[in-house]
């Protein structure tokens, strides 16, 4: 089956194809990828698709699911990411896999048993989720934000990041810390396959983004109690 993958949660994103065997739940193979630069998503994503469609021979109707990260991220670069993916499984009547990037990042530690994985959430905060993992699959305990010096308080974790920084702290307060090199196209089509051979899918009136963070203009928008 061929898998359409995008993630705009960051600064920079990334479009792929991907063939992947349904059955086995782990045979991905990414067939082509282009990246998304500068958090231009708006401009750069659907030509994106195009080209890398056209270049292998395919259409838009050869795409037979979705796999989008929905968060936690960038507000401009997710809303943009799940319209276009919403607009597209509209159309092709195509399921769509939702994945959470922490989620992910716990699916590629390889590790089981309990996962913390944080990402840098600007201000003093990351993005972190607490997870179960075995052969499989992967249980959320919860998805937060928490302030960095929290992470002290789960020395007793197997902790794993993408961010260098994130790492070296937690090593200094005593905790197993894997700090992983890349978030791939690959890792995202893998963790999306798994949840789609189990029926973890969703139409698109129902693909939401996880913020976890309420905009700086939604939270100015609220009335000042009195």
């Not at 949660?9 to 349904?22: I, K, M, P, T, W």
């Amino acid at each position: 089956m061929l898998l359409l993958v995008t993630d705009t949660s960051g600064r920079n994103g990334v479009v792929a194809l991907a063939r992947a065997d349904y059955d086995s739940q782990s045979e991905v193979n990414v067939i082509a990828s282009a990246p998304l630069v500068g958090g231009a998503f708006s401009a750069q994503l659907v030509p994106q698709i195009s080209v890398l469609l056209e270049q292998h021979n395919l259409n838009k109707r050869d795409i037979d699911a979705f796999v989008v990260v929905s968060g936690p991220g960038s507000f401009t670069g997710l809303r943009v990411g799940l319209a276009a993916i919403k607009a597209l499984g509209e159309i092709l009547a195509k399921p769509i896999v939702s994945v959470s990037l922490l989620e992910a990042i716990a699916v590629a530690s390889n590790h089981t048993g309990k996962v913390l994985t944080v990402l840098d959430a600007g201000r003093a905060e990351v993005y972190a989720g607490l997870y179960d993992v075995d052969s499989s699959g992967t249980t959320p305990d919860w998805e937060e934000i928490r302030r960095r010096d929290e992470l002290s308080g789960f020395a007793d974790t197997f902790l794993v990041t993408p961010d260098p920084s994130l790492a070296d702290a937690s090593r200094r307060v005593g905790i197993q810390t894997l700090l992983l090199e890349e978030i791939t196209p690959q890792l995202i089509a893998q963790c999306g396959l798994r949840k789609l051979s189990s029926n973890q899918w969703v139409s698109p009136d129902k693909l939401e983004a996880n913020y976890m963070r309420q905009s700086d203009a939604r939270i100015a928008s609220k009335p000042i109690p009195s």
